[in-house]
C-alpha cells in the first residue's frame, strides 16, 4: 500500500514563489506525478519525475528525492490562474495505476 | 476538452434508481479508469481496465457494476446507490507503458 501526505491548503500572493511538499511512502516506486485541477474541472498533468532531480517547464519545476519519499512542486511568478487544487500522484511498480494525496488547494490572492 | 468525454456532465438520481456513467477516449490508449473524488478526500481508483479486461476493482461495492466494450469506451453503472455516494466520477485513459492519465471533466452525481 501507499502513504501520500500533502499539506490541504495554502495561500501566496500573485508575482511570488510557492512550494508544495508531497511525501510518500511506497514499495516498488515507478514515478511521481504533479496535476493541476481547477473546480469543476477534469485534473491536467503539470509534471512527471522518476529519477532524482529538478524537471523545470516553465514557470513549474517539480523535484524528488526517492530515497527521502519526498517531492515539491515549484510555482514561479503566481498568477491568479494558478489557484487551483495540486495533486501529488504516486505509480507503484508496474503497469500505469496511479494512488493520489488529498491534494493541495492554492489561494492566490492579489 | 481533454481528448476524455464524460457524460453527463451532471446526475442526480434517487436511491432506487438505475442510470450509467459513459466514457469515451479517442487517444488510443489502451488503458481506462474509474476514480471517485469525494469533498476532502483523496482520489479513490475504483475499477481499471487494461486492453478491454478488468486487472483491478479495488473492493468497490457491487451496486457499481463497470463495462469495457471496447478500447475507446467505458462505463459505470448504477444502481440502488447511497447518499454517500455522491461524488465526482472521474473517467481517465492511459497508454500502459505512458507517463499518467488523460483525464476527462468528470460526472457529477448526487443521490437523493
Known amino acids: 500500500g501507499q502513504n501520500i501526505d500533502q499539506p490541504t491548503e495554502m495561500t501566496a500572493t500573485e508575482g511570488a514563489i510557492v512550494q508544495i511538499n508531497c511525501t510518500y511512502q511506497?514499495?516498488?516506486?515507478?514515478?511521481l506525478f504533479w496535476y493541476q485541477q481547477h473546480a469543476g474541472e477534469a485534473p491536467t498533468f503539470l509534471s512527471y519525475?522518476?529519477?532524482?532531480g529538478l524537471e523545470e517547464k516553465g514557470r513549474f519545476s517539480s523535484f524528488l528525492s526517492r530515497s527521502k519519499g519526498y517531492s515539491y512542486l515549484l510555482l514561479k511568478e503566481l498568477q491568479m490562474k494558478d489557484s487551483a487544487s495540486y495533486l501529488c500522484?504516486?505509480?507503484?511498480?508496474?503497469?500505469?495505476?496511479?494512488?493520489f494525496g488529498g491534494g493541495t488547494r492554492l489561494m492566490v490572492k492579489p | 476538452e481533454t481528448g476524455v468525454t464524460q457524460t453527463p456532465r451532471h446526475l442526480v438520481m434517487g436511491m432506487t434508481n438505475k442510470k450509467s456513467l459513459k466514457c469515451e477516449q479517442h487517444?488510443?490508449?489502451?488503458?481506462m479508469y474509474w476514480y471517485k473524488q469525494s469533498a476532502k478526500k483523496p482520489l479513490e481508483l475504483m475499477f481499471v481496465?487494461?486492453?478491454?479486461?478488468?486487472?483491478e476493482n479495488n473492493s468497490v461495492p457491487s451496486r457499481f457494476s463497470p463495462e469495457c466494450p471496447n478500447s475507446s469506451h467505458l462505463f459505470l453503472h448504477l444502481h440502488t446507490l447511497q447518499p454517500e455516494d455522491s461524488a465526482l466520477y472521474l473517467c481517465?485513459?492511459?497508454?500502459?507503458?505512458?507517463?499518467?492519465?488523460?483525464f476527462g471533466s468528470g460526472t457529477r452525481l448526487t443521490v437523493v
Open positions: 481517465a485513459s492511459s497508454q500502459d507503458s505512458g507517463r499518467g492519465y488523460t
Open positions: 511506497t514499495s516498488g516506486f515507478n514515478g
Open positions: 519525475n522518476v529519477l532524482d
Open positions: 500522484a504516486v505509480r507503484e511498480n508496474a503497469g500505469n495505476m496511479l494512488t
Open positions: 487517444l488510443g490508449h489502451n488503458a
Open positions: 481496465y487494461s486492453l478491454e479486461e478488468r486487472v
